[in-house]
């Protein structure tokens, strides 16, 4: 890919599969070099709270905060509030640490205040330490959506929490995106990148939302560098949550090349995991490399395979 210099990257994420490979390019890249762009369909009210999902793992995770053995929530959180919560017959199905209430109080408080959502996610970087933006991809809500066979119509975080993603998806739609547009900062992020990286995150549940946000696809369509994702399928499966499942219910096969198709001319780069079996696509170019990312040793590593071979 043929990258030299100071180059700018632009990563796209949702949540735990996003904020490893976000871990890995952050301890090799200075802070003006990497912009993250996160998505927000999972984003939701609750108990009068903003909460904000993925924004909040990848911040977790880049401040050294997040509890690695779930790959979200923070670490050695306690529980007092969930407690007391279940003890007055509260709402319990959505797990909310004690220090990660404090996330969200700040947050909402912020928001109610004036702040735009862009605002609140850099001061809640500065706070916690990290240097890195980390740019939710829209100001505006645009929550997703999903049919399924056997509930219905459900909220993105009544099928992904209170249902455990059980339920047969048939359809997934993205609210609101059409009609909303990227923030200033992620539109200047994106004009001045060198390269687009999308995470080996769920690609229909976030990445999609953020692709569906007005112009964006057709204005990543239009900057001629690289543009590559990531697979997040390894060895038929997902390695963690529902890809794999959705796939089948989508009528896909569980397949790498079926991430690739699914993308389609928004990608002239693919990294795939040297477990898959090879294939080819007109106008991509396919690296393989071990891309599991179990531990922060892996992330770096992983990260550090991606940026030889845009260098290359
Ligand atoms: P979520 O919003 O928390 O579900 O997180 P993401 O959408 O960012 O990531 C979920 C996806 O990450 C799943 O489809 C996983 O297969 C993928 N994933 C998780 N860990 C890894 C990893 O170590 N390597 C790769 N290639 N994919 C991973």
């Known amino acids: 890919m043929a990258l030299t210099g100071a180059y700018k990257i632009v990563l796209f994420v949702g949540g735990v599969g996003g904020a490893k490979l976000a871990y890995g390019l952050s301890k090799l890249l200075p802070p003006d070099r990497l912009t993250i762009v996160v998505n927000v369909g999972d984003d939701f009210w609750h108990l009068g709270l903003r909460i904000c999902p993925d924004a909040d793992t990848v911040l977790y995770t880049l401040a050294g905060r997040v509890d690695s053995a779930n790959g979200w929530g923070v670490a ?13 017959g509260g709402e319990t199905w959505f ?10 109080l700040t947050r909402t408080d912020r928001l109610r205040r004036g702040a735009r959502p862009t605002e609140v996610a850099t001061e809640l970087c500065a706070v916690m330490g990290v240097e890195y933006a980390l740019l939710p991809v829209t100001d505006e809500s645009v929550p997703t959506i999903v049919d399924t066979k056997e509930k219905g119509r459900l909220s993105f975080q009544s099928y992904f929490v209170a249902n455990r993603w059980q339920p047969t998806v048939t359809a997934i739609g993205y609210e609101g995106a059409d009609g909303a547009s990227v923030t200033r900062e992620v539109g ?8 687009i990286i999308i ?7 976030s990445i999609a939302p953020m ?17 590559i994702a ?25 397949s790498a090349a079926s991430v690739a198709d699914y993308y389609g001319d928004l990608l002239n780069g693919f990294v795939d995991d040297v477990v898959n079996p090879p294939f080819e696509h007109d106008g991509l170019k396919i690296a393989r490399m071990d891309t599991m990312m179990p531990d922060g040793e892996a992330r770096i590593r992983v990260a550090q395979s991606l940026l030889e071979w845009l260098e290359s």
């Open 76 to 88: 050695n959180d306690t529980s007092q509030v969930l407690t007391a919560l279940a003890d007055i």
């Open 230 to 254: 990531m697979s997040p399928i390894i060895g038929g499966r997902a390695v963690k949550g529902p890809a794999a499942k959705l796939m089948r219910e989508l009528g896909l096969e569980v």
């Open 211 to 227: 692709l569906a946000v007005g112009d964006l696809r057709a204005r990543l369509l239009a900057r001629d560098v690289p543009r």
């Open 95 to 104: 797990r909310i640490g004690d220090a990660d209430l404090a996330t969200h």
């Open 199 to 205: 995470a080996p995150s769920n690609p229909w549940l």
């Open 188 to 195: 200047d992020a994106i004009d001045q990148a060198d390269a």
